[in-house]
């Protein structure tokens, strides 16, 4: 079955790093958009970051723009997200999602890994 395990969340120190992982399973990787979404506390969930294809074009955040950094592996169907100089208000659970490029549009969602960025 389709399967999206994030992990590499964790706590971090403030101007910290860390690299979030999606590894996926159950469908066709390539031909599937992935972003990653993230939800803090009593906040709504939002995109962070996206992209469409290996190599190909990548969106994000304005308040990630600069910091953070997805990319893809499709050799290995996984998808990343390099965290740089994390701020406090990063704090949240962080969530893998795939989006089928073609029809029928499928959507899929992982579990979540939570970052905390705290001194």
């Known amino acids: 079955q389709v399967q999206l395990v994030e992990s590499g969340g964790g706590l971090v120190q403030p101007g910290g790093s860390l690299r979030l992982s999606c590894a996926a399973s159950g469908f066709t990787f390539s031909i599937y958009a992935m972003s990653w979404y993230r939800q803090g506390p009593g906040k709504e969930r939002e995109l962070v970051a996206g992209?469409?294809?290996?190599?190909?074009?990548?969106n994000y955040a304005e308040s990630v723009k600069g910091r953070f950094t997805i990319s893809r592996d499709n050799a290995k169907n996984t998808v990343y997200l390099q965290m740089n100089s994390l701020k406090p208000e990063d704090t949240a659970v962080y969530y893998c999602?795939?989006?089928?490029?073609?029809?029928?549009?499928?959507?899929?969602w992982g579990q979540g890994t939570q970052v905390t960025v705290s001194s």
């Open positions: 999602h795939a989006r089928r490029r073609v029809a029928p549009m499928y959507t899929h």
């Open positions: 992209i469409i294809s290996a190599g190909g074009s990548t």
